[in-house]
């Protein structure tokens, strides 16, 4: 009898956001994960129980015989890590979920492997709906590809093969679109806080803002002074910022771009 894709058994290392996530959905929809590892115990130990695994703190405790490992580390801990995890382990398919590092970084170390990236921000306090969660795999041969848009599938709706050069400036895109967007939320809420204002009387602007550009182009979305380059506008908010010059230099660099980017 073929086995069901939901009977793939998964070890996660890696405890944070995104695996905190990714496991909780693949535990949802009937897989069986394994293992998860982190550095910390607490971490370990606390997404274990969400999806029922056995937990570990030491890379060389690693379960030999999952059908998939997912590495969901910071980037700077790949490199150094791999060797240590994937020893003794070779024959399993191993993939990580990180938007800027290439396949490649697979190479030498395991027969089979791939990439499986989510494009969403997470937080381990927010539950999010990965039906809509458009899901990037690349495999380094096609029937690991197929498998892993098979596993992407069953997650959600939007599955997409991206190549590695894709996937970097697609992460480099998604800096702009949420972390420096985000960002600007915090520096909002701290210039409001200032005067003695909340946040969120911010929120419905913010949200009438990101449902515009579901149904224009974001530059066709666009206004404000900068757009028009308002400079009696501009050179007032520039003055309210005088005792933050570090403001006022992003107040002006992106002033700039935003006018330098309009359409014709």
């Not at 150094?80 to 995890?85: A, D, E, N, S, V």
């Not at 969660?133 to 690991?144: D, K, L, N, R, S």
């Not at 949200?207 to 501009?234: F, M, W």
Request: glycine content about 4%; overall charge neutral; aromatic content about 8%.
């Amino acid at each position: 009898m073929k086995r069901s894709i939901e009977d793939t058994s998964i070890v996660f290392i890696g405890a944070g956001n995104l695996a905190t996530n990714l496991a909780k959905a693949f535990y949802r929809k009937g897989f069986r994960i394994a293992q998860v590892y982190s550095r910390t115990e607490a971490s370990a130990k606390a997404l274990a129980q969400l999806v029922e695994a056995d937990y570990t703190t030491d890379l060389s405790a690693l379960k030999h015989h999952a059908r998939m490992y997912v590495v969901a580390l910071k980037d700077s801990a790949l490199s150094q890590l791999l060797p240590i995890m994937t020893s003794g382990r070779e024959q399993a398919l191993w993939v990580h979920t990180a938007g800027s590092v290439p396949m490649e970084v697979w190479n030498g170390l395991v027969e089979r492997y791939g990439v499986f990236y989510p494009l969403q921000t997470f937080s381990k306090q927010r539950e999010v709906d990965f039906k809509e969660i458009p899901i990037f795999v690349e495999g380094c041969a096609p029937e690991v590809t197929a498998f892993l848009k098979e596993v992407a599938a069953t997650l959600s709706k939007k599955v997409y093969e991206a190549d590695s050069s894709q996937r970097e400036r697609l992460h480099l895109a998604a800096v702009f679109a949420c972390n420096f967007t985000n960002h600007m939320y915090a520096l909002a809420a701290r210039l409001l806080e200032h005067n003695h204002l909340p946040f969120n009387v911010l929120l419905p602007l913010i949200d009438e803002t990101a449902r515009k550009v579901h149904e224009l182009s974001p530059c066709e979305a666009q206004t404000g002074p900068a757009l028009r380059y308002d400079e009696n506008v501009i050179n007032h908010h520039l003055q309210l910022l005088a005792d933050e010059p570090r403001l006022q230099e992003v107040y002006r660099l992106l002033s700039r771009s935003i006018h330098e980017e309009k359409q014709p």
